[in-house]
T-cell receptor, first 114, second 110 residues
Framework: DVKVTQSSRYLVKRTGEKVFLECVQD?????MFWYRQDPGLGLRLIYF???????EKGDIPEGYSVSREKKERFSLILESASTNQTSMYLC?????????????FGQGTRLTVV | GDSVTQMEGPVTLSEEAFLTINCTYT??????LFWYVQYPGEGLQLLLK?????DKGSNKGFEATYRKETTSFHLEKGSVQVSDSAVYFC?????????FGTGTSLTVIP
């Protein structure tokens, strides 16, 4: 069974902390994505990556960075967490250039910044 | 640019009622179209997809037809169940980027 695994289901962090959200996929996909989901706003793209060591800003990159040192792993970093980053974070992956294939999602990380 | 617009929620239906959730898209090319479902506290799961015009995707009693002439991909189910209560997302892809609607929350009451 194909899988995208996020390291934590729930996280509580303090304002100003550096936070790492990890995502691993076992499907050898080139594309990986980080979204945040907020009520009424749907999914908003934070960053995506087409290949190892490559990254592109999405719609809302401010306050975030990413790292992709290995093909299977894509990390989202909150450099200095703030309360407005309390949200549900979703990681996804897909094979590059394949129109017929969906994005596969992890189970999500519910982050609360206090 | 590419985008997806879907019906605002929330939607509340009685069990066995007919469901329609509207979805339209804007795309520069010919995208593939998807419906995802999200159960409480979970990530998104693929419900169905269609990859070219006039294709019909179907799964678990849900259906949607790719209508190029109206740029639409409306989700339908003839008889909803309590277990269908979830948030539904319409999405499109150009092969690399994915574009999602804002989601429609469905609650089915017995």
């Amino acid at each position: 069974d194909v899988k995208v695994t996020q390291s934590s289901r729930y996280l509580v962090k303090r304002t100003g902390e550096k936070v790492f959200l990890e995502c691993v996929q076992d499907m050898d996909h080139e594309n990986m994505f980080w979204y945040r989901q907020d009520p009424g706003l749907g999914l908003r793209l934070i960053y995506f990556s087409y290949d190892v060591k490559m990254k592109e800003k999405g719609d809302i990159p401010e306050g975030y960075s990413v790292s992709r040192e290995k093909k299977e792993r894509f990390s989202l970093i909150l450099e200095s967490a703030s309360t407005n980053q309390t949200s549900m974070y979703l990681c996804a992956s897909s094979p590059r250039g394949q129109m017929n294939t969906e994005a596969f999602f992890g189970q999500g990380t519910r982050l609360t910044v206090v | 640019g590419d985008s997806v617009t879907q019906m605002e929620g929330p939607v509340t239906l009685s069990e066995e009622a007919f469901l329609t959730i509207n979805c339209t898209y804007t795309a520069t090319g010919y995208p593939s179209l998807f419906w995802y479902v999200q159960y409480p506290g979970e990530g998104l799961q693929l419900l169905l997809k269609a990859t070219k015009a006039d294709d019909k995707g179907s799964n678990k009693g849900f259906e949607a037809t790719y209508r190029k002439e109206t740029t639409s991909f409306h989700l339908e189910k003839g008889s909803v169940q309590v277990s269908d209560s979830a948030v539904y997302f319409c999405a499109q892809t150009n092969g690399n980027q994915f574009y999602f609607g804002t989601g429609t929350s469905l609650t089915v009451i017995p």
